[in-house]
């Protein structure tokens, strides 16, 4: 890691110390299925603004097989990416001598995908001679409400997509917390999963939500995995089999059944969610006091039940529930951009050595000097290679096609 200050900001706590015009940061984040590129401006105050963000979604080209493959969506990165980068850049208006660093998704991910956006980054920064800023996926996800909502440390956030859920206290840039995960499936995954099972079209998230808006929830009593519990993890695949099983039961399966079985699975899921992030949120008061937000962010905060139990929760412990637009909540090139300005405010930038990770706990993410992170900051540049590239390469989400 090198320190490369942006003039008129302090390294301690990123502020106006002098002149500063705005920074000006790429973003390009392509560790899953989106191929992704955004321009963003961070005033010296703090305040973000996107100037671009452009998403090419893959999920026609994975549909066929229900489910992400790696090696196609890193062969769709490589065709799309210089073109979503271009088109960041011209919707911004800009030339790359006007940026100020070029932040790029450095895992954790599908690793062949990480290492497409990663090395174009490396090529921009080295041409361009300006800052490489490695950004954690997550880290991106956690700092997003920041530039929406410009939410103030420290929060608590609820993170669920296809390929991560976790309940993080985020008490600083680099300075993040774990507070509960998944066991086995992620919330998203399960959702993918019930709607493949049910014959619903791919990404089953939203084809779900649809179904179960008209089903009758009360038709199947479905267990609801560690609700109660004292910890706030979570646990999905006994839902998911015990749902198999109904759906068995009662083969073949009408129109009306699916709708029902849809409601049966959305309604479990979700008052698991509200019992898991109160669990959550407690745990938060306990060791940070206070959070100044819950912030919902991935995929899955789309959907509206989900999205009300949260308000719901966030009533019950006195804090305000914070969900960005659904653009900034799925993948997309903005928050990797803005979480590149937030570690650039603070000279948290990375060198051509930055590794791609396949795996990167938050809690490996290095902060600034007395901010150091819970677990053992690494910089991506110290990352051991057997967390790079490897036989891993079918990355975080389990496998060579997910689910
Ligand atoms: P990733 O690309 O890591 O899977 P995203 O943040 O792009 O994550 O989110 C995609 C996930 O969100 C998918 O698993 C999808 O099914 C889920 N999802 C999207 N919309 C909804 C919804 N309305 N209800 C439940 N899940 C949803
Ligand atoms: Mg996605």
Redesign the pocket.
Known sequence: MSLALHPGYTAAEGVLTGDATPMLVLGIETT???TAAAVVERAATGAGRILSDVVLSQINEHAAFGGVVPEIAARAHVEALDTIIDKAMGKAQLGFAALDGIAVAAGPGLIGGVLVGLTTAKAIALVTEKPLIAVNHLEAHALTARLTHATTFPYCLFLA????TQIIAVLGVGNYVRLGTTLDDAI??A??KTGKLLGLGY????E??KQATAGNAARFALPRPMLGRAHADFSLSGLKTALRLEAERIAPLGEEDVRDLCAAFQQSIVEVIADRVRMGLKAFQERHGRPTALVAA???A??DA?RQALQRVAVEASTALVVPPPQL???NGAMIAWAGAERLALGLTDTLEAAAHARWPLSEVRGVGTAEPAGKAVSAADQPASKAAGPQAAGTKGGSVRP
């Not at 997509?161 to 991560?164: D, L, N, P, R, V």
């Not at 990404?203 to 939203?206: E, N, R």
């Open positions: 899953c299925d989106e997509s296809g390929g991560h998203g995954e959702f993918d990404p089953g998230g939203p779900v939500e991935g995929g899955v789309a959907n989900v909540c799925t993948d």
